[in-house]
């Protein structure tokens, strides 16, 4: 059982990206996927999750109108699509799976992935 996510890198103050979280050995659709980050010297915060009815629930306030989950059955994989994104968004972001509900708590979350990093700066 993997997670993969991918899409990290280097973008400009108020542009945009879409980090990918792929899956193997598990079937994401079943599942409620979190995305969380972790800026240096933070701690892992929410983002946001998408659960297994493809209702969203936002954990950040800064991202709420900035942030945006979706999947594709068919590739096995979650999106977050992000915008308008601020040198503040700058951290590692993992996506991670749960069998239940949405939860806020990453402790929650059994499955996670790697991380992918984005930096936001001209």
């Known amino acids: 059982v993997q997670l993969q996510a991918s899409g990290g890198g280097l973008v400009q103050p108020g542009g945009s990206l879409r980090l990918s979280c ?6 994401l659709e079943s599942y409620s996927i979190g995305w969380f980050r972790q800026a240096p010297g933070k701690g892992r915060e929410g983002i946001l999750c998408i659960n297994w009815r493809d209702g969203i629930t936002h954990y950040q ?3 709420t109108n900035r942030a945006t989950a979706s999947r594709d059955n068919a590739k096995n ?24 509900w949405c939860r806020q708590n990453p402790d929650d ?5 790697q991380g992918t990093l984005v930096t936001v700066s001209s």
């Open 22 to 27: 792929a899956a193997s050995g598990i079937t």
């Open 61 to 63: 306030d800064s991202m």
């Open 77 to 100: 994989t979650v999106y977050l699509q992000m915008s308008r994104l601020e040198p503040e968004d700058t951290a590692v972001y993992y996506c991670a799976a749960t069998d239940t």
């Open 109 to 113: 979350y059994n499955i996670w992935g």
